[in-house]
Nanobody, 125 residues
Framework: QVQLVESGGGLVQAGGSLRLSCAAS????????MGWFRQAPGKERAFVAA????????YYADSVKGRSTISRDNAKNTLYLQMNSLKPEDTAVYYC??????????????????WGQGTQVTVSS
């Protein structure tokens, strides 16, 4: 199994940027597809972005496409999410997650067997 720890969240003004990190330990990081999800108060956990084992393919929710970049460094066992042009509606707890395989695609939380504890992102207007 793999353990995941997110960092990099915080309070930022609208239009600002944040870079989230997710440090992995345990089983080989490069064995997992990785994803970022977020959950705002009173809402369900929502897909943000995902990346394949070696970073060859990336996927984004329409809400963040063009403003965010997911990447990974398998040598450092770390996943990243660079978020630019942040909006108040981006406010949420952000989670990284690991999947051994995607049976139906990267967007379903049910595909992911391992989750971090989350990091809060708050965007002020």
């Amino acid at each position: 199994q793999v353990q995941l720890v997110e960092s990099g969240g915080g309070l930022v003004q609208a239009g600002g940027s944040l870079r989230l990190s997710c440090a992995a330990s345990g089983r080989t990081f490069s064995s997992y597809h990785m994803g970022w999800f977020r959950q705002a108060p009173g809402k369900e956990r929502a897909f943000v972005a995902a990346i394949t084992l070696r970073g060859g393919s990336t996927y984004y929710a329409d809400s963040v496409k063009g403003r965010s970049t997911i990447s990974r460094d398998n040598a450092k066992n770390t996943l990243y999410l660079q978020m630019n042009s942040l909006k108040p509606e981006d406010t949420a707890v952000y989670y990284c997650a690991a999947a051994s395989t995607w049976n139906w695609g990267p967007e379903s939380p049910n595909e992911y067997g391992y989750w971090g504890q989350g990091t809060q992102v708050t965007v002020s207007s």
